[in-house]
C-alpha cells in the first residue's frame, strides 16, 4: 500500500544533541510537510517543500532545519533540542496536481520525540 | 482570536448516541474544509472534505458546512467504540497543491459500549 513512512516511531535525545527525524513516501506526492504537534494542540507547519523548492513557516525557529535529498524522502533536523521541543512530529505528503480530497494532505504516523 | 475554534472536550457519549463535533472560524477565505481523526498515538487521517458550503455524507458520517456563519459540523450516527478518537477540523483557502492547512485543536470523543 502506498503511504507515509515516519522514522523512528519514537526517539528520545539529550538536551541541546542534534537529531535527525526520517520521512519517506510512497504516493510520488511532490508536496511534503513536517508539522510540530503538542499534546492537545493544534498541529504546526513547521515547513514545506513545493518539489525542491523550501518553504519555511515565518515563525519557525531556527534551530530546526530540513532536508530532502528525492522526492521520496525528507528529514527534519533539531540541531539544539531544547525541553519546549518535545512533541509529536508529523510528516504529510500531497499531489499539487489532484484535486479534491485526492489533493489533500496525507500523514504519516508520527515521531514522537523526547527531550531528556 | 485564534483562525479555527474547536472545544476540545472530552466528549463522552455511549454507543449508539449521535456525536455532533463542531468549528467555527474567522477567515472567510476559507473554502476547503476538512475532518481528520487521529487516533492516540497516530497521524491524522483524513475522513471527510467538502469544498464550500452544503452536506457530505459517507456512512455514518455527514459533514455541513455553513459559510455565512462560519461554522462547520461533522455528524457521527449510532456511534461505536471504535470511533473514540481525537477528530480535527482544518481549512483552507486554496484547492490543491499546496494549500496551507489550518487546524482546530481537535475534540477528543469518547465512545463507551
Known amino acids: 500500500d502506498a503511504m507515509v513512512i515516519q522514522n523512528p516511531r519514537y526517539q528520545v535525545t539529550q538536551f541541546g544533541k542534534p537529531v535527525t527525524l526520517s520521512c519517506s513516501q510512497t504516493?510520488?506526492?511532490?508536496?511534503m510537510y513536517w508539522y510540530q504537534q503538542k499534546s492537545s494542540q493544534a498541529p504546526k507547519l513547521l515547513f514545506h517543500y513545493y518539489d525542491k523548492d523550501f518553504n519555511n513557516e515565518a515563525d519557525t525557529p531556527d534551530n530546526f532545519q530540513s532536508r530532502r535529498p528525492n522526492t521520496s524522502f525528507c528529514f527534519l533536523d533539531i540541531r539544539s533540542p531544547g525541553l519546549g521541543d518535545a512533541a509529536m512530529y508529523l510528516c504529510?505528503?500531497?499531489?499539487?496536481?489532484?484535486?479534491?480530497?485526492?489533493?489533500?494532505?496525507?500523514f504519516g504516523p508520527g515521531t514522537r520525540l523526547t527531550v531528556l | 482570536q485564534k483562525e479555527v475554534e474547536q472545544d476540545p472536550g472530552p466528549l463522552s457519549v455511549p454507543e449508539g448516541a449521535i456525536v455532533s463535533l463542531n468549528c467555527t472560524y474567522s477567515?472567510?477565505?476559507?473554502?476547503?474544509f476538512m475532518w481528520y481523526r487521529q487516533y492516540s498515538r497516530k497521524g491524522p487521517e483524513l475522513l471527510m472534505y467538502t469544498y464550500s458550503s452544503g452536506n457530505k455524507e459517507d456512512g455514518r458520517f455527514t459533514a455541513q458546512v455553513d459559510k455565512s456563519s462560519k461554522y462547520i459540523s461533522l455528524f457521527i450516527r449510532d456511534s461505536q467504540p471504535s470511533d473514540s478518537a481525537t477528530y480535527l477540523c482544518?481549512?483552507?483557502?486554496?484547492?490543491?497543491?499546496?494549500?496551507?492547512?489550518?487546524f482546530g485543536t481537535g475534540t477528543r470523543l469518547l465512545v463507551s459500549p
Open positions: 504516493l510520488n506526492h511532490n508536496v
Open positions: 504529510a505528503t500531497s499531489r499539487d496536481s489532484a484535486s479534491g480530497p485526492e489533493g489533500t494532505q496525507y
Open positions: 477567515n472567510s477565505a476559507f473554502q476547503y
Open positions: 482544518a481549512m483552507s483557502a486554496g484547492p490543491a497543491g499546496f494549500q496551507k492547512l489550518v
